[in-house]
């Protein structure tokens, strides 16, 4: 059976419609047993990179888990593992971009620079953002994208951050519980 929030989520994340069925049952074998699932389309240390970028854009915090817990870079990699042949392409040449980066301004893949040093590539990505001028841009864009969508899909985000309950009648719409900051 088809989940319709699921699908929502892994179609709006770029997986092919044919490949549907199938990336929603992995969804759910990765829900109930994250330590079993294994890569489809990345190696470990591309996984080492998506997920520590993953976690620079959503940290765990004192509310909640962040990307890392949430397991928000083997989520990317169904999605990817999923997609076209084309996005599939993208997804490794634009990888590839970010990795060389790293490289180039510091001597070292992305996970072995120090949190000072990722951060500055992230800055750097994110300057141009909404309009990125190379491949490793283009993953910064792709990558928080798809981080958001993971993270605001799982049970972390949703539910423990979000507070989501379900599906409900409600007799008001309560507001934002946001503490109001005087000038």
Not at 45 to 70: F, K, W, Y
Not at 78 to 97: D, H, M
Request: glycine share 8%; aromatic share 8%.
């Amino acid at each position: 059976m088809i989940d319709r929030r699921t699908a929502l989520a892994l179609l709006a994340a770029g997986v092919s419609s044919q490949r549907l069925a199938r990336a929603q049952q992995h969804v759910h074998k990765l829900a109930k047993s994250p330590e079993k699932y294994r890569l489809q389309f990345f190696n470990e240390s591309d996984n080492a990179t998506i997920d520590r970028v993953s976690e620079m854009i959503l940290p765990a915090d004192t509310r909640s888990g962040g990307a890392h817990e949430a397991r928000v870079s083997y989520f990317i990699d169904l999605v990817v593992a999923n997609s076209s042949k084309a996005a599939q392409t993208e997804w490794g040449e634009r990888l590839a971009a970010f990795g060389a980066m790293a490289v180039r301004q510091f001597g070292g893949e992305f996970v072995g620079l120090s949190p000072n040093q990722q951060a500055s590539i992230l800055d750097g990505l994110a300057k141009n953002e909404d309009q990125p001028v190379d491949l490793a841009g283009k993953f910064f864009v792709e990558i928080k994208k798809l981080t958001i969508v993971a993270y605001y899909s799982s049970e972390i985000g949703l539910l423990k951050e979000l507070g989501y309950k379900g599906n409900q009648v409600l007799g008001e719409f309560p507001g934002c519980a946001a503490p109001v900051r005087s000038a």
